[in-house]
């Protein structure tokens, strides 16, 4: 079946050190892997993905993420936090084949301070 | 406007009310996902659909009923709203897997009370 787990309801870090957020997936066939951001009270914003090729790929505000097939893993991550960063995260994975289904995670609070 | 849209913003029904939640994008993806989102549960699909007339079920389907008769237009309906519907409703959209960018594009969501 089609999951994926963030381990950590919530991540705190200092502002200025280096951060990443934990996601670990299940899927048959190729992943499509993302990562979203949703700031209080608004939709979910796109941030990255990886879909093939180079398993670290770079995405908006910063951000990267590494792909590591043997370790169904797609962990996020920043060299330098910023308290603006603080916000809820979310990874998501959809399957190559033919469903299409795209199935997100239960989220991870990003806690950025000064 | 371009983009996908969702209505109406807020709603507060009774319970055993039928109610709907409407999601148009304009962007002509093949793909629309409805997800609910909860405290302590994250983002979770309820139903989602691969074309005009070709739909699915998601993780938490039961109690919920789409339908998509043209390819913008992706309505959600609760035949007979429960206290247990009460959350926020966020409707999206995608091109197929493997037809280039494959990221979902999502409404503002629709923050829905039942009473």
């Known amino acids: 079946a089609q999951s994926v787990a963030q381990p950590e309801d919530q991540v705190n870090v200092a502002e200025g050190n280096p951060l990443t957020v934990k996601c670990t997936y299940s899927?048959?066939?190729?992943?499509?892997l993302f990562w979203y951001v949703q700031y209080p009270n608004r939709g979910l914003q796109f941030l990255l993905k990886?879909?093939?090729?180079?398993?670290l790929v770079k995405g908006s505000y910063g951000f990267e993420a590494e792909f590591n097939k043997s370790q169904t893993s797609f962990h996020l991550k920043k060299p330098s936090a910023l308290v603006s960063d603080s916000a809820l995260y979310f990874c998501a994975v959809r399957g190559s084949g033919n469903t299409g289904k795209l199935i997100f995670g239960q989220g991870t609070t990003l806690q950025v301070k000064p | 406007d371009a983009g996908i849209t969702q209505s109406p913003r807020y709603k507060i029904t009774e319970t055993g009310r039928q109610v709907t939640l409407m999601c148009h994008q304009t962007?002509?993806?093949?793909?629309m996902f409805w997800y609910r989102q909860d405290l302590g549960h994250g983002l979770r699909l309820i139903y989602y659909s691969a074309a005009a007339d070709i739909t699915d079920k998601g993780e938490v389907p039961d109690g919920y009923v789409v339908s998509r008769s043209k390819t913008e237009n992706f309505p959600l309906t609760l035949e007979s709203a429960t206290r247990s519907q009460t959350s926020v409703y966020f409707c999206?959209?995608?091109?197929?897997?493997?037809?280039?960018?494959?990221?979902?594009?999502f409404g503002q969501g629709t923050r829905l009370t039942v009473v």
């Open positions: 962007w002509s993806h093949s793909y």
């Open positions: 999206a959209s995608s091109v197929a897997p493997g037809q280039g960018n494959t990221e979902a594009f």
């Open positions: 899927v048959s066939g190729n992943p499509y």
């Open positions: 990886y879909i093939t090729g180079d398993n």
